[in-house]
């Protein structure tokens, strides 16, 4: 579970909400499941393994800022995506790069069934490096808000009040929020483990591959009207008690 820190600047809160914007950074590493692979896919599509095993544990910080990383262990990784080839390009003789579009959703849940962290992406780019008509064995997926590409944030987990995260907070969409999936180990299941592509671009056979996450937000917060009532209603707790 996470490292929990709770004490809150909340006089901090009321004499300064214009300070109600926070960058969040959010990682986590390839699944510690030496059985399974984060993603299977298929021709147009690829999701999680469905075998896999609440092994993730994501990691939260402050934008490398003063407060300490919190972690939270023991998820299940979701994930849902299609994609759609726009072409190849010859990057030097015989190597070639293989561009996607992807949309689709990612989530990462407790034991039980509530996810804390969840993603949707529109528009964004797989890039895999690769023969004319094959994979190599690593690439990338990649989203950042801009105009054609978008990830959106939601988090559901436990109110962090002195990160600015708090349950039910959606990202903006259009505030540069970014992510990128790195991946390794791409293969298929024929004998010699390439994946092979048809004339879409698209793999003929089952593939998988390892994969690791690093994105962030700006805007993963409640108004500042809303934080400083937080703030506020601490500050009156306070002077109840004295």
Same mark, same amino acid.
């Given at each position: 579970m996470a490292s929990q820190k709770f004490p809150v600047a909340l006089l901090a809160c009321v004499l300064a909400p214009a300070a109600s914007a926070q960058q969040i950074t959010f990682s986590f590493a390839s699944d510690s499941d030496s059985n399974d692979p984060t993603f299977v896919g298929s021709s147009d599509t690829f999701g999680n393994a469905p075998s896999a095993e609440p092994d993730f544990s994501l990691l939260v910080d402050d934008g490398n *800022? +003063? !407060? +300490?990383?919190?972690e939270f262990a023991d998820l299940l990784f979701m994930a849902d995506f299609s994609i759609t080839?726009? *072409?190849?390009?010859?990057?030097? +003789? *015989? !190597?070639?790069?293989?561009?996607?579009? /992807? @949309?689709g959703v990612f989530a990462l849940s407790d034991a039980g069934s509530n996810n804390i962290l969840e993603a949707d992406v529109a528009g964004g780019v797989m890039s895999i490096v690769g023969g004319e008509n094959s994979w190599a064995t690593s690439g990338s997926i990649i989203t950042s808000d801009i105009d054609m590409s978008e990830i959106t944030y939601r988090w559901g987990g436990m109110d962090f009040p002195d990160y600015l995260i708090f349950n039910g907070q959606e990202s903006a969409g259009d505030d540069l929020d @970014? *992510? /990128?999936f790195t991946l390794t180990f791409l293969a298929d299941s024929s004998s010699d483990g390439v994946v092979e592509l048809d004339d879409n671009g698209l793999p003929v056979e089952e593939w998988t591959a390892e994969a690791s996450f690093s994105g962030s937000t700006r805007s993963l917060i409640p108004t500042p009207g809303a934080v400083a009532m937080i703030g506020l209603g601490g500050l009156l707790g306070a002077v109840r008690r004295r």
């Open positions: *800022g +003063p !407060l +300490p990383t919190l080839s726009f *072409g190849k390009t010859m990057i030097a +003789p *015989g !190597l070639f790069l293989h561009n996607y579009s /992807v @949309d @970014d *992510g /990128v």
